[in-house]
Antibody, heavy 120, light 111 residues
């Protein structure tokens, strides 16, 4: 059974870089689309981006200038970096894995989510 | 870059059928499949429907999805108390360099 677990600081200062890691167990990270999604408190879901086949990425147009998603195959992990954060980036951040193609599949395996607060 | 449009709320009594709409555009729902997620309070979303109307293993057949043009619907038949949750649609958008977009979310209340 595939399991995902997010980890990283729960508090980040404004203008700094948010860094999160998703550790994958029960399957190889070398295949599939691995995604990051976030949800501000009390609000809806927002897609951040994905990484596929270790090096291919696609990001939300609204976050593209600040986001980097990468994979560490030796640790079976993938990571999210979001630069120049503001209070608007405060959210629960989820990592997830896609089943099927990126145009028709769905996010079937999810981490439990981790709350990141941006505050000085 | 706009979210897909869903009604903020829907409700029904146990056993009833409830439908949730999801409205998009030609670049997302009009061109690609629709996905539906259920999010129970305090938990991660759960995949309910992908490729418009396919259910992953373990999802009850009370949940069904459909699509027509630039709109889609999720139907919950035989509503149960445990169906009280937030529901989100999603689709791939072909504009710009392509990206995934979620709906605004619908809170389903079981009366």
């Amino acid at each position: 059974q595939v399991q995902l677990q997010e980890s990283g600081p729960g508090l980040v200062k404004p203008s700094e870089t948010l860094s999160l890691t998703c550790t994958v167990s029960g399957g190889s990270i070398s295949s599939y689309h691995w995604s990051w999604i976030r949800q501000p408190p009390g609000k809806g879901l927002e897609w951040i981006g994905y990484i596929y086949n270790i090096v291919s990425t696609n990001y939300s147009p609204s976050l593209k200038s600040r986001v980097t998603i990468s994979v560490d195959t030796s640790k079976n992990q993938f990571s999210l970096k979001l630069s120049s954060v503001t209070a608007a980036d405060t959210a629960v951040y989820y990592c997830a894995r896609l089943v099927g193609g990126y145009k028709w599949g769905g996010l079937i395996h999810w981490g439990q989510g981790t709350l990141v607060t941006v505050s000085s | 870059q706009s979210a897909l449009t869903q009604p903020p709320s829907a409700s029904g009594t146990p056993g009833q059928r409830v439908t949730i709409s999801c409205s998009g555009s030609s670049s997302n729902i009009g061109s690609n499949s629709v996905i539906w997620y259920q999010q129970l309070p305090g938990t991660a979303p759960k995949l309910l429907i992908y490729s418009n109307n396919q259910r992953p293993s373990g999802v009850p057949d009370r949940f069904s999805g459909s699509k027509s043009g630039t709109s889609a619907s999720l139907a919950i038949s035989g509503l149960q108390s445990e169906d009280e949750a937030d529901y989100y649609c999603a689709a791939w958008d072909d504009s710009l360099n392509g990206y995934s977009v979620f709906g605004t979310g619908t809170k389903v209340t079981v009366l």
